[in-house]
Antibody, heavy 120, light 110 residues
Framework: EVQLVESGGVVVQPGGSLRLSCAAS????????MHWVRQAPGKGLEWVAL????????YYGDSVKGRFTISRDNSKKALYLQMNSLRIEDTALYYC?????????????WGQGTMVTVSS | QSVLTQPPSASGTPGQRATISCSGS????????VNWYQQLPGTAPKLLIY???QRPSGVPDRFSGSKSGTSASLAISGLQSEDEADYYC???????????FGGGTKLTVL
């Protein structure tokens, strides 16, 4: 069974840092582009970032560019999101999602999400 | 303000057909494929339609997608109560070099 399990979400103060993790299982992890997508409470989905299969190419949404870094460790079947300079508006449920071999392939599997709350 | 525009709500009675529109531009829907996601209350999103009109295994053929120019549509025929959910369209944007989502449409089955 294809599965994604996120972890690392906590309450953090504005300006703080946090690293989210996503553990993958049930598929050949190093074949696929991986994504982070977030959803603020009561709001819609917002794409955050992607990393290609090998980790050499990354793209970011404008709202997180320069503050967040996506990475992956294929040997551990793990995806990460390093979040720096956190703002109140980064408060959201963060989902890890599996893409395909290309950047524009659909997100065919989603985790259950991990909650990040930025508050003083 | 989302890059892709969806109506905030839609509704229909059981057995009816509902459609949800998604409007974009030449840099996203106009030049790339469109995907649709279903988010049931309190759950993670699920891929519903990919590559404009393809259904993943397990998705009923009551769900269908289409695209024309810079707009796309999701149609749900034979509405059922379990179809009550939020629906999101998404596409790759060549200008932004990233994915864009619609704001979501809440479907109510009356």
């Amino acid at each position: 069974e294809v599965q994604l399990v996120e972890s690392g979400g906590v309450v953090v103060q504005p300006g703080g840092s946090l690293r989210l993790s996503c553990a993958a299982s049930g598929f050949r992890f190093d074949d696929d582009t991986m994504h982070w997508v977030r959803q603020a409470p009561g709001k819609g989905l917002e794409w955050v970032a992607l990393v290609n299969w090998g980790g050499s190419r990354t793209y970011y949404g404008d709202s997180v560019k320069g503050r967040f870094t996506i990475s992956r460790d294929n040997s551990k079947k793990a995806l990460y999101l390093q979040m720096n300079s956190l703002r109140i508006e980064d408060t959201a449920l963060y989902y890890c999602a599996k893409g395909g071999s290309g950047y524009s392939d659909a997100f065919d599997t989603w985790g259950q999400g991990t909650m990040v709350t930025v508050s003083s | 303000q989302s890059v892709l525009t969806q109506p905030p709500s839609a509704s229909g009675t059981p057995g009816q057909r509902a459609t949800i529109s998604c409007s974009g531009s030449s840099s996203n829907i106009g030049s790339n494929t469109v995907n649709w996601y279903q988010q049931l209350p309190g759950t993670a999103p699920k891929l519903l339609i990919y590559s404009i009109n393809q259904r993943p295994s397990g998705v009923p053929d009551r769900f269908s997608g289409s695209k024309s120019g810079t707009s796309a549509s999701l149609a749900i025929s034979g509405l059922q109560s379990e179809d009550e959910a939020d629906y999101y369209c998404a596409a790759w944007d060549d200008s932004l070099n990233g994915w864009v989502f619609g704001g979501g449409t809440k479907l109510t089955v009356l």
